[in-house]
């Protein structure tokens, strides 16, 4: 069973589109995050939530909007997609005080053409 | 000034070779630290957590020196199987919860015969 699993795994669309990236963990923790890996391999930490509630937000372009349903899921929406939105997102998820049991989902490609 | 800094390389290495990369943070206030590895294509995963009285595992050594706010990471004995990225991280004092992951841009280290 994947503990942390992200679809779709690869995504090609087209600038100004609208386009969802699910998250879903299985693993009992409390809280979610987004990354963002840019094509400098920089990986750089978006959003996070706990129990449902955004804790982390970092400086995002309002563009970009998460929702947490409940604590297992974490999906991120992104409107008017730009040329610059390329880039690999990954999911994780952690418990809120443990820092050493943060697990990755394997990444979803985003390609803005 | 990067949050996190690091020999993007890449060091290439004989098999066999011992190997140490070194990395530096900014924020003196920064309560955990560890060393991530990343594989091509793939997800972070974590590699082990760093300490000021250093630990072992295996053929890897890791060390941290607050004074200096200087994380290193040795390699043994180096395998085919240690090429990949590795990436120093480090989780600042929080103030409003959620383990914020800060990444340096890390370092590739090919692994040759």
């Known amino acids: 069973d994947t503990a942390v699993s992200q679809t779709p795994k690869y995504l090609v669309t087209q600038m100004g589109n609208d386009k969802s990236i699910k998250c879903e963990q299985n693993?009992?923790?409390?809280?979610m995050y987004w990354y963002k890996q840019d094509s400098k391999k920089f990986l750089k930490i978006m959003f996070s939530?706990?129990?449902?509630?955004?804790?982390i937000n970092e400086t995002v372009p309002n563009r970009f909007s998460p929702k947490s349903p409940d604590k297992a899921h974490l999906n991120l929406h992104i409107n008017s997609l730009e040329l610059g939105d390329s880039a690999v997102y990954f999911c994780a998820s952690s418990h809120l005080l443990d820092n050493y049991g943060y697990t990755f989902g394997s990444g979803t490609r985003l390609t803005v053409v | 000034r990067k949050e996190v800094e690091q020999d993007p390389g890449p060091f290439n290495v004989p098999e066999g070779a011992t190997v140490a990369f070194n990395c530096t943070y900014s924020?003196?206030?920064?309560?955990?630290f560890f060393w991530y590895r990343q594989d091509c294509r793939k997800e972070p995963k974590l590699l082990m957590s760093?300490?000021?009285s250093g630990n072992e595992d295996g053929r890897f050594t890791a060390q941290l020196n607050r004074a200096s706010q200087y994380i290193s990471l040795l390699i043994r004995d180096s395998k085919l199987s240690d090429s990949a990225t590795y990436l120093c991280?480090?989780?600042?004092?929080?103030?409003?919860?959620?383990?914020?992951?800060?990444f340096g841009t890390g370092t590739q280290l090919k692994v040759e015969l």
């Open positions: 693993l009992g923790h409390d809280t």
């Open positions: 939530y706990n129990n449902k509630e955004l804790i």
């Open positions: 991280v480090v989780i600042p004092i929080l103030t409003g919860g959620g383990n914020k992951l800060t």
């Open positions: 924020n003196s206030a920064s309560q955990s």
């Open positions: 760093v300490y000021s």
